[in-house]
């Protein structure tokens, strides 16, 4: 519920503003929005994003943000992303999170 009331604020993809206001849920206190509002930056390729979804990549509580934000950071290419990378592929609690930082890393 909480997540089609978030996409309800956004708006639609016809909105020129959408990507700033996904990056805007990605501090909302529900976790499924968070990760809705990453996935949806990653599957638009919106590198923009970046430092927010490095953000949660390394500091959400939530295993499954931090694990879809490693994949979009894969999607963005963006080397600023690396240090934090490398740091949850050996540091992460969860073995997905760093298996998946690890394959974020050979996409950049």
Same mark, same amino acid.
């Given at each position: 519920?909480?997540?089609?009331?978030?996409?309800?604020?956004?708006?639609?993809?016809?909105?020129?503003?959408?990507?700033?206001?996904?990056?805007?849920?990605? *501090? %909302?206190? #529900?976790?499924? @929005? $968070?990760?809705?509002?990453?996935?949806?930056?990653?599957?638009?390729?919106?590198? !923009? /994003?970046?430092?927010?979804?490095?953000?949660?990549?390394? *500091? %959400?509580? #939530?295993?499954? @943000? $931090?694990?879809?934000?490693?994949?979009?950071l894969?999607?963005?290419?963006?080397? !600023? /992303?690396?240090?934090?990378?490398?740091?949850?592929?050996?540091? %992460?609690?969860?073995g997905? @999170?760093?298996?998946?930082?690890?394959?974020?890393?050979?996409?950049?």
């Open positions: 519920m909480a997540v089609l009331e978030a996409a309800g604020r956004v708006n639609t993809l016809a909105d020129p503003t959408f990507p700033s206001k996904l990056v805007g849920l990605l *501090g %909302d206190p #529900d976790p499924l @929005v $968070r990760a809705h509002a990453v996935q949806l930056l990653d599957e638009m390729d919106q590198a !923009s /994003a970046v430092a927010g979804v490095i953000g949660l990549a390394k *500091g %959400d509580s #939530d295993a499954n @943000v $931090r694990l879809i934000s490693c994949h979009a894969g999607t963005f290419g963006d080397m !600023s /992303a690396q240090a934090t990378l490398q740091w949850i592929a050996q540091n %992460d609690a969860s997905l @999170v760093q298996d998946m930082a690890n394959i974020a890393l050979l996409r950049l």
